[in-house]
């Protein structure tokens, strides 16, 4: 406890926002504040590894989907979750950056990693983010 009597806030409990050039080091930069955030959280390395995998496909495949050559990413940690929100889009550039994440043999990647995957108005209500959202045990 606190001073004032309050509960700090928790390791499992943090979030960041991140405008990253969609380039070839998006995906180390977005990988590195997962694992971060990962590792405080005491997550366990399968489902790290699985993240990563995660930050990989999303990176490799949003850059031909984003509006002005940068990545807006939320990323936060609570409650055993893993929530990846990838914002300034339209619905239709989201729904295709889901779709060419189809590997062949493999599958979608994105459908595949996550636990959760939706597109959602964004809170301007003018533009779209996609959810990615991962479980953690």
């Given at each position: 406890m606190t001073d004032g009597g309050e509960a700090p806030e928790t390791a499992a409990?943090?979030?960041?926002?991140?405008r990253i050039s969609a380039g070839p080091l998006s995906a180390p930069v977005l990988c590195r504040v997962v694992?971060?955030?990962l590792a405080r959280a005491?997550?366990?390395l399968d489902r790290l590894d699985d993240a990563m995998l995660l930050c990989d496909a999303l990176c490799a495949h949003a850059?031909?989907?984003v509006r002005d050559e940068h990545l807006a990413l939320k990323v936060s940690v609570r409650e055993g979750r893993l929530e990846l929100r990838v914002g300034e889009m339209t619905a239709i550039s989201a729904?295709?950056?889901?779709q060419d994440a189809v590997l062949p043999e493999i599958g979608n990647v994105l459908e595949h990693m996550s636990d959760e995957l939706r597109v959602d108005p964004?809170?301007?209500g003018e533009s779209a983010e996609l959810l990615l959202a991962m479980n953690l045990p």
């Open positions: 409990e943090n979030s960041a926002e991140l694992s971060m955030m005491d997550c366990p850059p031909a989907h729904e295709c950056l889901v964004s809170p301007d």
